[in-house]
């Protein structure tokens, strides 16, 4: 027990330090987990949720080969250009563009669409690019929180506790647009109103050739009837009886089949070899090796006695404890990366079942520590994966985001949006 624990501990400490990549990390405590015995091979490949991990990389398949489209990159200059390029309406259209695809998609493949865009647009316009990337990041995390596939800590928990899409969205989707928009009203108070562009540097942005950034109509069309099918596949999961992975893993085949019809087999080597180069193997193995080292924890019997503990502090009252979860874990994924922590969380909430009465008792366990988690991560610039991308794209272009000066508005909006979620879980669930 102790030895997992211990070798869980290092490898957060090493993940929070920066020095080294987190998913040599994850896998180096992955492999000392298993060399020093706390499980076998064997068990350690059992612990991983495929589910989770095939959701995920189907998902960057199909982002992939229809960003070649130019999608992605059209409807930010659209929304741009829909706001008459004054920047006030281009901080709102980008901020719910950037919430619906990240819902749609995923967070972290979004803001790497979104980001440049926006970069390019703030440089036309003269304006300062702070408040359109630090709004793109708040609007990224909560729009991505609104569906299973949007955020990483949502396709974990859907994964591990039999939550489909269509749970997702009936029981996350309401709070999110209340959350949404007062973000929205938020921004415009702080920076909207205050934004000014000259009239030259609005005609340059409305000169921009939104269409011209769609480079291959037949890919855009293949690109977006597959994704309509899979997003329906999501809803209807249920009674197909598919899961996940399955839905995500398929969709990227039959568009990865579309895009090398057509061409010879040289061209096509080329064209797959491009795509799964695209795909985030960093997240895939962090995952992966992730998994191992929480199993590795969690057979040791040191999540049921921290579950027994958890219990016992709430007094057996799920209300409590959803109002415990949905706080700890916005103040914990604030500090650390969302991710490995909502993946240590899950099987102590699954110990917590019997006391409350069973699994279907403590789905609302599982809504606190979705939206703890996912909102949680906007507060500091490492709380999630979406914010450390973003930082990246704006380093390559020469912009740098202080840390100071995203915690001085990251977390007040954050304890805002927790806030209202806790009006939202406690009126709905308990």
Not at 13 to 20: D, F, H, K, T, V
Not at 217 to 239: E, R
């Amino acid at each position: 027990m102790w030895v997992s624990a211990s070798v869980l501990a290092l490898t957060y400490a090493l993940i929070i330090s920066g020095r080294l990549n987190r998913a040599v990390v994850a896998l180096i405590g992955a492999s000392v987990a298993i060399l020093v015995g706390t499980l076998d091979q064997n068990e350690a490949i059992a612990g991983i949720n495929w589910n989770t991990i095939g959701l995920l990389t189907g998902m960057m398949i199909l982002v992939s080969i229809s960003r070649r489209s130019g999608l992605f990159q059209y409807l930010a200059i659209w929304a741009a250009q829909k706001a008459k390029a004054s920047p006030a309406g281009i901080l709102l259209m980008l901020q719910l563009t950037t919430a619906l695809l990240s819902a749609l998609l995923n967070n972290v493949s979004t803001m790497l669409l979104v980001a440049p865009v926006t970069l390019a647009i703030t440089e036309e316009l003269d304006v300062a690019p702070f408040p359109f990337l630090f709004a793109e990041i708040f609007a990224c995390n909560i729009g991505g929180t609104a569906t299973l596939i949007g955020d990483p800590p949502n396709i974990l928990i859907g994964s591990s506790a039999g939550l489909d899409f269509n749970a997702f969205l009936v029981n996350l989707a309401p709070v999110i647009v209340v959350v949404l928009a007062a973000q929205l009203f938020a921004v415009h108070l702080i920076w909207g109103r205050k934004l000014h562009a000259t009239p030259e540097s609005r005609a340059l942005v409305m000169g921009m050739n939104a269409p011209g950034m769609i480079t291959d109509t037949v890919l855009l069309g293949q690109s977006v009837c597959v994704i309509g099918l899979v997003l329906l596949a999501f809803v209807f999961a249920g009674p197909l009886h598919l899961e996940p992975a399955t839905i995500a893993l398929g969709g990227a085949a039959i568009l990865l089949l579309l895009d090398n019809w057509q061409h010879p087999d040289t061209k096509q080597s080329e064209n797959v070899h491009n795509t799964f180069a695209d795909v985030e193997w960093i997240t895939i193995f962090f995952f992966i090796a992730l998994f191992v080292i929480v199993h590795a924890v969690e057979v040791s019997g040191l999540l049921s006695l921290a579950a027994a503990k958890v219990v016992q502090a709430t007094g057996d009252n799920t209300a409590v404890a959803g109002v415990f979860i949905l706080w700890v874990s916005a103040g914990l994924s604030a500090i650390l990366d969302n991710i490995p922590f909502v993946a240590t969380m899950i099987p102590l909430i699954k110990n917590m079942a019997p006391a409350y009465g069973g699994s279907a008792r403590i789905e609302p366990l599982w809504w606190c520590l979705s939206l703890g988690a996912c909102l949680g991560g906007n507060a500091t610039l490492i709380g999630a994966a979406a914010n450390l991308t973003v930082v990246g794209v704006a380093e390559r272009s020469g912009v740098r985001i202080s840390f100071l000066q995203y915690l001085a508005y990251g977390v007040p909006m954050t304890l805002a949006a927790i806030g209202i979620c806790q009006i939202y879980v406690w009126l709905r669930y308990f």
